[in-house]
């Protein structure tokens, strides 16, 4: 249970520190990044794996560089489901997908979560 909870806290100062980082990502307070914690995981589970399904041409192509555009994307949805979380631009989603993904790790690594 608290490597769950150090997880969820993980993630929503990530996504937290990102909204700071970029002009165009606003974020209204912490328990915004908590829920927004909380819909982005779930919409990784089941969102993410059937969009990368059907784009998986496109991603064979790229040689997996859609995968960043499907992460912006999932992103935007999520700041789309959250009341005081907003994201202009899907350009501006992918980037801040990148940089929520770098700062997470970092994050997770500080306070000594690994994945299992």
């Known amino acids: ?5 150090l997880r969820w806290i993980a993630s929503a100062a990530s996504i937290y520190i ?3 980082l970029f002009e165009n990502v606003y ?3 912490f328990d915004a990044a908590m829920l927004a914690a909380v819909i ?3 919409a990784n589970m089941i969102v ?5 399904l059907f784009t998986l041409p ?4 790229t040689l997996g560089l859609f995968t960043l555009v499907i992460n ?5 949805i ?7 979380f907003m994201i202009n631009g899907l350009f501006t989603a992918i980037l801040a997908s990148v940089v929520l993904s770098i700062v997470h790790v970092v994050l997770s690594g500080i306070l000594g979560v690994k994945k299992d």
């Open 58 to 61: 496109i991603n064979i192509v």
């Open 27 to 29: 974020i209204t307070g």
């Open 48 to 52: 993410k794996p059937i969009i990368v």
């Open 72 to 76: 912006g994307f999932v992103l935007k």
């Open 18 to 20: 990102t909204a700071a």
């Open 1 to 5: 249970m608290t490597k769950f909870l």
């Open 40 to 42: 982005l995981g779930i």
């Open 78 to 84: 999520t700041a789309g489901l959250v009341s005081g």
